[in-house]
């Protein structure tokens, strides 16, 4: 059996061999996006699927033949989950979906006593609370045994970390303003006079904050008055600076600092001083400390009265210092500071509400595990959807959670991948009580790469047994193998 969209247009089907001849052709059902399927009693289809964020219900009682209508127990809403309950005539249908304002509700579709006039009715809501985020689709799973008719919804919410890591400076990209210096003139609105200048930049692909500069120390004579200026762009803060005693530490308290502006044009800074050691330090600076956007610094045309700068104008030589490219008679500073470590996390929630009755009353939310270690400190995430499985045959019922736990924190705005593996928690369905967090991994470590999709199916023919399909990275990262498993609950 197969589902597809085309563009926004319902196909379906069937090859089962059986009541329905294998290699059909596809059906047009309907125009509307997301559909999910189950089969009836009578292995006909039942489609749930969205027009808008409506949800309608496609019915096929033949080949080539579908009832559809809108489910009027639903609200707006999106990303419908569906399973069924009850056995033959009285087989009826839950769907579970993420309502416009983020709740999640869930509606179901019965017989009548005589079976007429079936119809879709709201079954039930369950908030989602302030500051959470519902973080996945809806699990839904039913099973009868002889005392009880249980029916569990699951799903996982997010809460951001309240305090992330900060982004401090990393080193930018010092270079020549002009690349073709001295045969031609490349960025000539990056030079204020002469034929160079001198810039520095974060990179435009990764863009990080920056804090830099250059500095020069030029001998003068003390007590001398000293003026600096310089011409400078930026869309970061430029300023210049001067250490009358000749220091070269850039956070020295005896700089003197121009006003720090961003500048999109060429502007003139303009500083004085007393000279209080035969040496005075000038500085050049720009600093910008937004993450994700692109920034450029640029001086050019400094001028000391007072004393002499070597290569004032940038038009000499550029030499390599430690891979940065900078202008003869000037020294490069910067800050790199990596990252301030975060000091909480984002908090991933596995949670469950179910009910004894078909899905006539159900529990208040129950927390299920979160991505808290077993020191009880909060580290990876939980970032799929969660599989809930029943199962009457474990001593008491018990609702069993599949999902992804991905372990540990990589290093702060670091490329590097958690290590996803499927998780299993467990409920006890009469005590409420459930697997400390963060689960149990069903795989070990060494045997399963990092998996980045998680989904599972029960088995039509042994309700305690589950297939879990998931796909995991291959050692490109790029791509990705398919790996496959059962679980059986005992
Ligand atoms: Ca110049």
Redesign the pocket.
């Known amino acids: 059996m197969t589902i597809g969209t085309t563009r926004r247009t319902n196909f379906y089907r069937s090859a089962d061999q059986g009541t329905h001849p294998a290699d059909t052709p596809s059906e047009f059902v309907a125009d509307g996006t997301n559909p999910t399927v189950i089969l009836n009693q009578f292995n006909y289809a039942q489609v749930v699927f969205e027009i808008g964020y409506e949800f309608h219900h496609a019915a096929q009682f033949m080949r080539d033949s579908w009832q559809i209508g809108r489910i009027d127990g639903a609200n707006l809403g999106h990303d419908a989950t569906f399973t069924k309950f009850g056995s033959h005539l009285d087989l009826g249908y839950i769907i579970a979906y993420r309502r416009a304002g983020g709740d999640i509700h869930l509606a179901e579709w019965k017989t009548t006593p005589y079976g007429f006039f079936p119809a879709w009715q709201p079954l039930q809501t369950i908030s989602i609370p302030a500051g959470e985020e519902l973080h996945s689709s809806i699990g839904l799973d039913y099973l009868e045994d002889s005392e009880n008719r249980w029916a569990v919804a699951s799903w996982v919410t997010f809460r951001p970390n309240p305090n992330p890591s900060t982004p401090l400076f990393s080193a930018p990209i010092f270079e020549q ?1 002009n690349p073709l210096y001295p045969s031609e003139i490349g960025n000539p609105n990056h ?7 001198t810039r520095w930049k974060n990179d435009p692909l990764r863009p990080k904050p920056y804090s830099a500069g250059l500095h020069q120390v030029v001998s003068v004579s003390s007590g001398t008055p000293i003026q600096f200026s310089a011409w400078g762009i930026g869309n970061s803060n430029i300023r210049i600076g001067i250490d009358p005693t000749g220091g070269t530490d850039s956070n020295s308290t005896t700089i003197t600092w121009s006003a720090s502006n961003t500048s999109a044009s060429f502007t003139e800074f303009s500083i004085s001083t007393i000279a209080n050691s035969s040496q005075v330090t000038v500085f050049l600076e720009g600093s910008f400390s937004e993450s994700d956007s692109a920034s450029i610094t640029v001086w ?2 400094a001028k000391l009265q007072g004393s002499s700068l070597a290569n004032a ?3 000499g030589t550029f030499s390599s210092q430690n891979s940065l490219q900078i202008p003869d008679g000037w020294t490069a500073y910067l800050e790199d500071g990596s990252f301030a470590p975060a000091t909480a996390d984002a908090i991933y929630t596995v949670l469950t509400a179910w009910s004894s009755d078909g899905g006539v009353s159900w529990t208040a939310p129950i927390e299920v595990v979160q991505n808290r270690e077993t020191s009880g400190s909060l580290s990876g995430a939980i970032p799929s959807n969660v599989f809930p499985l029943i199962s009457a045959e474990t001593e008491t019922p018990t609702v069993s959670f599949i999902y992804l736990y991905a372990a540990g924190n990589p290093p702060a705005n670091s490329e590097f991948i958690r290590f996803g593996r499927p998780h299993l928690a467990q409920c006890d369905l009469i005590s409420a009580e459930c697997s400390p967090s963060p689960g149990s991994s069903l795989l070990e470590r060494d045997i399963v790469r990092p998996v980045t999709q998680l989904v599972t199916a029960k088995d039509v023919f042994d309700p305690s047994r589950d297939s879990i399909v998931w796909t995991s990275r291959q050692s490109d990262t790029i791509s990705h193998d398919i790996f496959a498993t059962h679980l059986v609950l005992r």
């Open positions: 303003a030079i204020h006079s002469g034929l160079n200048a050019d045309s104008g940038f038009e």
